[in-house]
C-alpha cells in the first residue's frame, strides 16, 4: 500500500529534524545531561515538527541505550514503540477527547507505574482542544505529577493554553522552516526516492509550502505523481491553484457584495473538515498579495505562488478596490482575534463575511471607508454636498452601492408601495416616494403590535436550523401583527441574515414549530424609531440620487 511522503519520512531521531535546533540540541543536551521534565510544551506553526518531535522524545527518555540524547531505533523499548506493542506510551487527540471525564481517567492511570517502560508517557495533541474542566484536571496533576509520568502538550495555539498550564511546561517554540532547509530536506527525500527533483523546483515548493515541511511533502506527492522527474514546470502544473480556487471566489463574493455565494464557499470548505481560522489567514494572505500588487511596481518576488497563479491573482487585483482590500483585510484580523478568543468560529467568519458582503451594515472605519470611495466613484459632486449636475457614473464600477440580492426585510428604503409591507420583493425597484408610503405600512403594523412571548423559545429553537441566526437575535425582542412577526434588534446585522431565504426558511420553521402558526417577517420599527434609523451614508446617498443619479440602497 502506497504510504504518503509525509508519513514515511517522520524523522526517527532528532537529527533528522531540520529547522528547529532550538528545540531539538536542548533536549538532546538535557537528556545526555540526564534531565528529564514533567511536562512539557511544543508550540509553532502547522507541519513544523511538534508531534514528530514529542515522539521522538518519549522513545528518547525510555531508550535503553540512547545515543547523543537521541533514541537508538533498535532496543527493544524503541521497536516497541515504533510497532505500537508498548502501551506506557499513550497519544491523545485532544479535539477528540477533550472532556474533564478523559483527563480523569488518564489521572486514575497515571498512578500506576509503566508496565515496561521507565516513564509512562503522555502525549496530548492539540492540547487547546480541552474543556476548561479538563484543563483544571490536567492542572492538578501537573501540580502532584508521579515521579514515572511525562506529559508532552502540543498545539498551534498556545495563546488558549491557561497560564496555570503553561507556567508548569517547559515549552519549546517551533518555527517555521526557511525555504533553503526545506527544499535541501526534499532533494534528500526524492533522491531517496529514486526521483529527481531539481534545484528551482524545490525552492518554488519550499516557498509554496510557507514554512512548513508537511505541506511541502504533500506538495512533492502531488508532484511526483505526475512525473518522477520534478522540474519547475510539473510543479507549476500539479500546484496550479493548489486549491486556493476558493480564496479567488470568495474575494469575487466580496467584491460583488454577493452575501449568498460567499456563504456557500464557506459552507463548502466547513463540510469540507476546513478550520475557519485557517480559512480566515489564507483569505488575509490572499488579501494581502492583492494589495501588494496594486500598490508595488513588482510584487512578484513577494508572493510565492505559481506563475498561473500569479497571473490570475494579477488578474483579480485589477478588479477589487484598494478600499475593499483594506476593508477585508481588517474585518479578518478582527474575526481571528475573537476566534482565538473562544467565540465559534464558524459563525464568526460567516458574520465576518456579511459585513464584507454589505459594508452598509459595518460601523468600523474601513467599511465607511470603502463605502465613500464607491459613493465618490458614482457622484463625486453629491458626495462633496454640492448638487450641480454631475455626469452619469461609470458602466462598471464594481463596488456601486447596490446590493445584488433582494431584500426581504421591509425597510423604509427599500419596500415598494403595497397595503402591507410584502416579502421578497425586487429591490431595484424602490424609490423614495414608494419608499415613504412602505415605510408607513411597517409604522401602522408597529402600533398595534402584540408582544410575542414565546420569542426566547423560537430563538433556542432557531439553534436546531442555524446556529448563526439564533446567535445574531439572541436577546432581542419579537412583536405579532397581522400575520406578521416584527422582530426588535438594533442589530443590522441580524437583519442582513435574514436576506438569505434558506436562513428565512429556519426562521420561519422555528416559529412554526413553536407558534404552530406561519408567519411573515419584518422589522419592528415604531414611528420614533424611524429618523434614527437612518444612516447618515444613506442619507448621502439621497442626496447624491437627488442630484439626478441613480443610488439605490437596498
Ligand atoms: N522539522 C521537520 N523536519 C523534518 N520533517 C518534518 C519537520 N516537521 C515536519 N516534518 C514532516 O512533516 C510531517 C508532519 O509533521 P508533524 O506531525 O510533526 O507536524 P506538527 O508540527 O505536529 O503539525 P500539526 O500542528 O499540524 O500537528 C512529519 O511526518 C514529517 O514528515
Ligand atoms: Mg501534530
Ligand atoms: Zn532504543
Same mark, same amino acid.
Not at 37 to 63: D, E, M, P, S
Not at 291 to 303: E, F, G, N, V
Given at each position: 500500500m502506497y504510504q504518503v511522503l509525509y508519513r514515511k519520512w517522520r524523522p526517527q531521531v532528532f537529527a533528522d529534524v531540520i529547522g528547529q535546533p532550538?528545540?531539538?540540541?536542548?533536549?538532546?543536551?538535557?537528556?545526555?545531561?540526564?534531565?528529564?521534565?514533567?511536562?512539557?510544551?511544543?508550540?509553532?506553526?502547522?507541519?513544523?515538527?511538534?508531534?514528530?518531535?514529542?515522539?521522538?522524545?518519549?522513545?528518547?527518555?525510555?531508550?535503553?541505550?540512547?545515543?547523543?540524547?537521541?533514541?537508538? *531505533?533498535?532496543?527493544?523499548?524503541?521497536?516497541? $514503540?515504533?510497532?505500537?506493542?508498548?502501551?506506557?506510551?499513550?497519544?491523545?487527540?485532544?479535539?477528540?477527547?477533550? *472532556?474533564?471525564?478523559?483527563?480523569?481517567?488518564?489521572?486514575?492511570?497515571?498512578?500506576?507505574?509503566?508496565?515496561?517502560?521507565?516513564?509512562?508517557?503522555?502525549?496530548?495533541?492539540?492540547?487547546?482542544?480541552?474543556?476548561?474542566?479538563?484543563?483544571?484536571?490536567?492542572?492538578?496533576?501537573?501540580?502532584?505529577?508521579?515521579?514515572?509520568?511525562?506529559?508532552?502538550?502540543?498545539?498551534t495555539e498556545v495563546q488558549k493554553i491557561p497560564a496555570t498550564i503553561l507556567s508548569r511546561c517547559q515549552r519549546f517554540d517551533f518555527h517555521r522552516i526557511a525555504p533553503e532547509e526545506i527544499a535541501a530536506r526534499l532533494r534528500y527525500i526524492a533522491g531517496q526516492e529514486g526521483a529527481s527533483l531539481d534545484e528551482e523546483a524545490a525552492m518554488l515548493l519550499a516557498r509554496l509550502a510557507d514554512g512548513a515541511m508537511r505541506d511541502a511533502l504533500s506538495l512533492l506527492d502531488q508532484c511526483l505523481g505526475r512525473s518522477r522527474d520534478v522540474?519547475?514546470?510539473?510543479?507549476?502544473?500539479?500546484?496550479?491553484?493548489?486549491?486556493?480556487?476558493?480564496?479567488?471566489?470568495?474575494?469575487?463574493?466580496?467584491?460583488?457584495?454577493?452575501?449568498?455565494?460567499?456563504?456557500?464557499?464557506?459552507?463548502?470548505?466547513?463540510?469540507?473538515?476546513?478550520?475557519?481560522?485557517?480559512?480566515?489567514?489564507?483569505?488575509?494572505?490572499?488579501?494581502?498579495?492583492?494589495?501588494?500588487?496594486?500598490?508595488?511596481?513588482?510584487?512578484?518576488?513577494?508572493?510565492?505562488?505559481?506563475?498561473?497563479?500569479?497571473?490570475?491573482?494579477?488578474?483579480?487585483?485589477?478588479?477589487?478596490?484598494?478600499? $475593499?482590500?483594506?476593508?477585508?483585510?481588517?474585518?479578518m484580523q478582527d474575526a481571528l482575534e475573537r476566534m482565538y478568543r473562544g467565540v465559534d468560529r464558524r459563525t464568526e467568519i460567516e458574520m465576518a463575511f456579511l459585513k464584507l458582503c454589505c459594508p452598509e451594515l459595518d460601523d468600523s472605519k474601513a467599511a465607511l471607508l470603502r463605502r465613500i470611495g464607491a459613493l465618490e466613484k458614482r457622484a463625486p459632486a453629491a458626495v462633496s454636498g454640492l448638487t450641480a449636475p454631475v455626469s452619469q457614473p461609470e458602466p462598471q464600477v464594481q463596488t456601486a452601492p447596490v446590493p445584488v440580492k433582494p431584500v426581504s426585510i421591509p425597510t423604509p428604503q427599500a419596500t415598494p408601495e403595497t397595503s402591507s409591507p410584502p416579502e421578497e420583493q425586487p429591490a431595484s425597484a424602490a424609490k423614495p416616494t414608494k419608499a415613504a408610503a412602505s415605510a408607513k405600512s411597517v409604522v401602522e403594523l408597529a402600533e398595534n403590535a402584540q408582544p410575542l412571548a414565546e420569542w426566547p423559545e423560537i430563538v433556542q429553537t432557531l439553534k436546531q436550523y442555524s446556529r448563526t441566526i439564533a446567535a445574531a437575535f439572541r436577546g432581542t425582542k419579537a412583536y405579532v401583527s397581522g400575520g406578521y412577526v416584527l422582530i426588535d434588534s438594533g442589530n443590522e446585522m441580524a437583519f442582513s441574515l435574514l436576506r438569505e431565504s434558506s436562513q428565512r426558511d429556519s426562521m420561519r420553521r422555528a416559529i412554526q414549530q413553536v407558534t404552530g402558526k406561519v408567519y411573515k417577517l419584518g422589522p419592528y420599527r415604531p414611528a420614533d424609531k424611524q429618523e434614527q434609523a437612518r444612516d447618515p451614508l444613506k442619507l448621502m446617498a439621497e442626496r447624491a440620487e437627488k442630484a439626478g443619479i441613480d443610488v439605490v440602497e437596498e
Open positions: 532550538q528545540v531539538t540540541k536542548t533536549l538532546q543536551n538535557e537528556l545526555t545531561a540526564g534531565r528529564v521534565a514533567h511536562a512539557y510544551l511544543f508550540t509553532g506553526c502547522r507541519g513544523t515538527g511538534k508531534t514528530t518531535c514529542a515522539k521522538i522524545l518519549a522513545k528518547a527518555v525510555n531508550c535503553l541505550h540512547p545515543k547523543d540524547g537521541d533514541p537508538c *531505533g533498535e532496543c527493544e523499548i524503541c521497536r516497541g $514503540v515504533q510497532d505500537g506493542s508498548i502501551m506506557d506510551i499513550v497519544e491523545i487527540d485532544a479535539a477528540s477527547n477533550n *472532556g474533564v471525564d478523559n483527563i480523569r481517567m488518564l489521572r486514575e492511570e497515571a498512578n500506576f507505574t509503566p508496565a515496561v517502560a521507565k516513564y509512562r508517557v503522555y502525549i496530548i495533541d492539540e492540547v487547546h482542544m480541552l474543556s476548561a474542566g479538563a484543563f483544571n484536571a490536567l492542572l492538578k496533576t501537573l501540580e502532584e505529577p508521579p515521579a514515572h509520568v511525562i506529559f508532552i502538550l502540543a498545539t522540474t519547475v514546470e510539473v510543479v507549476n502544473a500539479a500546484a496550479g491553484l493548489a486549491g486556493r480556487e476558493h480564496l479567488f471566489r470568495l474575494t469575487d463574493a466580496v467584491k460583488e457584495q454577493d452575501s449568498a455565494a460567499a456563504l456557500s464557499v464557506i459552507d463548502e470548505m466547513h463540510k469540507a473538515g476546513k478550520d475557519m481560522a485557517r480559512l480566515c489567514e489564507e483569505f488575509s494572505s490572499h488579501l494581502r498579495s492583492l494589495m501588494l500588487i496594486k500598490t508595488m511596481k513588482d510584487a512578484r518576488p513577494l508572493i510565492a505562488v505559481t506563475n498561473s497563479e500569479y497571473e490570475q491573482m494579477e488578474k483579480q487585483a485589477l478588479t477589487v478596490p484598494l478600499p $475593499v482590500i483594506l476593508h477585508g483585510l481588517d474585518t
